[in-house]
């Protein structure tokens, strides 16, 4: 559902962004403070909404999933983009174009057949992941995850001591 | 209703260069939160431990996603510009699908992500759409 998300706001919100922007005069480097005027006409706004509504659930998904596995669910949005172009802003799709957007799923299939989540060799917890629920990357939160390396203690105490010596030896100065 | 088509108007290469502009930011960015996300772990968990409040207040508090956010908002800008001199259907589907690719070398790099031959291939198919969508 998240992703779904992800790949429904994203070209909704691109789209809202074309239509208000396409209505505007043309803008140009030296007038850089008519690029925030533009932010706050209907359409763009909408687009920006959207956009955030997009923004939370990937900041969602990229918590429990690769990023190389999180952009696919993007890059779907382009078939969106090219129907909502085609059909709501009558812009021009030549076969090329299509031939392009098609190549692009292609790759996007590609990606989306592997595994979400890279496999790291040191630590297979695709079991304990669907049991404690912690998944890959709970390394600041999760203070249960840092009992898997007990060495990491020992290593952390020891650069606090070799801190504590270089504090010592410059106090004197 | 027909909007003019704008693409015709631009120089390919000051094109090239918004388009790179966008990507560019939107890598960084984008490396830098899914960085932000992952030292911070599931989303999920933590808003199952300390409510939605919690899981804002740890998105907030990390530093690393304030400067992924800089580069995205960059890029929304950059974005913004090119929309208004590009069309939608070159510089949305161009943008995301080269991100996609320096995506997959950065993850590579900076996040050690796996990224096996079958990824490869799909940047290389998504290379090869990359110009027939702007030829």
């Given amino acids: 559902m998240i992703l779904g998300l992800v790949a429904v706001c994203a070209p909704l919100g691109d789209s809202c962004l074309s239509r208000g922007m396409t209505g505007l005069p043309a803008i140009s480097l030296s007038h850089p403070a008519t690029l925030i005027a533009a932010v706050f006409t209907p359409w763009v706004a909408g687009g920006i909404a959207l956009l955030i509504g997009f923004f939370a659930s990937y900041l969602t998904a990229l918590s429990w999933a690769d990023l190389t596995f999180v952009l696919p669910a993007t890059a779907f949005g382009n078939v969106i983009v090219a129907l909502l172009s085609r059909f709501w802003l009558h812009e021009p799709i030549s076969l090329e174009r299509w031939a392009g957007i098609i190549l692009i799923t292609l790759g996007v299939g590609f990606v989306a057949q592997g595994p979400s989540l890279t496999e790291r060799p040191q630590k297979p917890v695709d079991e304990n992941a669907a049991i404690d629920g912690s998944g890959d990357a709970s390394h600041v939160i999760d203070a249960p995850a840092r009992e898997e390396w007990p060495g990491q203690a020992e290593q952390a105490a020891d650069l606090e001591t070799a801190a504590m010596d270089d504090l010592a030896q410059e106090q004197p100065r | ?135």
């Fill in chain 2, 1 to 135: 209703m027909n909007f003019p088509s704008q693409t015709a108007h631009v120089n390919p290469w000051s094109a090239a260069a918004m388009i790179a502009c966008v990507v560019l930011c939107s890598t960084t960015g984008e490396v830098l939160t899914a960085a932000a996300m992952k030292s911070l772990g599931d989303l999920d968990e933590i808003r199952a431990q300390s409510g939605l409040k919690g899981a804002i207040r740890a998105v907030l508090t990390c530093p690393l996603f304030f400067a992924g956010v800089s580069f995205l908002a960059l890029a929304f800008f950059s974005l913004l510009f090119a929309l208004n001199h590009l069309n939608l259907s070159l510089v949305a589907p161009a943008s995301a699908s080269l991100t996609l690719v320096t995506n997959a070398i950065a993850g590579k790099i900076f996040l050690k992500e796996n990224v096996d031959r079958r990824r490869w291939t799909a940047a290389v198919l998504v290379c090869i759409g990359v110009y027939f969508l702007a030829h």
